[in-house]
Nanobody
Framework: QVQLVESGGGLVQAGGSLRLSCAAS????????MGWFRQAPGKEREFVAS????????YYADSVQGRFTISRDNAKNTVYLQMNSLKPEDTAVYYC??????????????????WGQGTQVTVSS
């Protein structure tokens, strides 16, 4: 059973930074793509960023490109999301997810089979 536990959310002023972490259980972490998604109140869940199994490829939503950075440490079974220049529209619950299998790219929610409980990010103006 795979468990994903996010941490690092909180309240920050616009222009500030936060780093989210997601710790995964299991011994095959380095085999799978990892992704971050977010859901704001009244909106559908949306893709934020993803990273390939070995970390060589990253993908970002246009809305966060240049401000957010996804990374992973396979020795620690952890994926990170560094968020800089935060905007009020970044306010959402952020979820990390593990892919169902290894993909060349994984930017769609149905490519992921395991999800964390979410961590709240609130950006004040």
């Amino acid at each position: 059973q795979v468990q994903l536990v996010e941490s690092g959310g909180g309240l920050v002023q616009a222009g500030g930074s936060l780093r989210l972490s997601c710790a995964a259980s299991g011994r095959t972490f380095s085999t799978y793509n990892m992704g971050w998604f977010r859901q704001a109140p009244g909106k559908e869940r949306e893709f934020v960023a993803s990273i390939s199994a070995r970390g060589g490829y990253t993908y970002y939503a246009d809305s966060v490109q240049g401000r957010f950075t996804i990374s992973r440490d396979n020795a620690k079974n952890t994926v990170y999301l560094q968020m800089n220049s935060l905007k009020p529209e970044d306010t959402a619950v952020y979820y990390c997810a593990r892919s169902i299998r290894t993909y060349s790219s994984a930017i769609f929610g149905d490519q992921y089979g395991y999800w964390g409980q979410g961590t709240q990010v609130t950006v004040s103006s």
